[in-house]
């Protein structure tokens, strides 16, 4: 079943969260001149207009990335992220929204790799399309990205950012996630992972960041943003988080000084808050 399309919700809440984080740990990798590589194995469509039919029919980045375009009072990550986006309206008015491939290839110096993996077959086409200039840097493959992670750790250079982003459409993803972790953890024990997941009343929702700590990583950061209170009749998403194993020791630091801000302008209502918890070795 593949009816998930991120174009329904690019430039959301979730994607300012996730995005803004993804941008702040591909900039610490830069520090060092060694090539690092950014694994998503749930890659979407690349790249956002933000006025076609899928995204007028929700308009959830108004209430996302909207809500902090034009802003002069960002805080240095989000301002790092809003400039990112910015690459790709160079006019000024926000009418496209980068998802997270085009986003990592922001940061991709020329000897950084970027291995994309997407089943959607529209998303996978716009995907390579995005791409088609960056053949050198960049692979797109139409592949289970669960799957498909195993096949490419350890990275040459022992360096990488691994996102693993899928929809929970099923619930058989949850578990998914927490498989795919746990072996990748055991083939490469010193890469990045960054696990999104959905705040939402339902069971394996609420085990999932509780589950990933199971897995045992001395460095860990849990990090959740709602932008509203737990809706009553239990369903539908009030915010979401992301779990990161082996994040880098500047993060909590720069997320401390985002989220009280990202609370305050994209929160909707009086449930809106963040939680921050680390253990940094
Ligand atoms: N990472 C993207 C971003 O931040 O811009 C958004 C990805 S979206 C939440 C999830 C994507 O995963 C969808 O485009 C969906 O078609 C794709 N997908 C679903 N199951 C998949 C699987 N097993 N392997 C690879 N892609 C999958």
Known sequence: ???YRHAFHAGNHADVLKHLVLLELLDYYGRKDKPWYYIDTHAGGGC???DSEQAGKTAEAADGIGRLWGREDLPPAVASYVEAVRQFNPQGRLLFYPGSPALAMTRARAHDRLRLFELHPADFESLQRTFTSEQERVQVRRADGFAALKSLLPPPSRRAVVLIDPPYEVKEDYRRVVDTVRDAMRRFPTGTYVVWYPMLARTEARQLPGRLAQLGAESWLDVR???RDAPRDGLGMFGSGLYV???????P??????????VERLGIDGGAGFDLEHHIE
């Not at 194993?245 to 993060?251: A, D, F, G, K, T």
């Not at 630091?253 to 990202?262: C, D, I, S, T």
């Open 1 to 3: 079943m593949l009816s």
């Open 48 to 50: 956002y207009a933000l």
């Open 225 to 227: 943003l709602a932008v």
């Open 245 to 251: 194993i082996n994040p880098p020791w500047v993060l």
């Open 253 to 262: 630091q720069r997320l401390e000084a985002a989220l009280p801000w990202l």
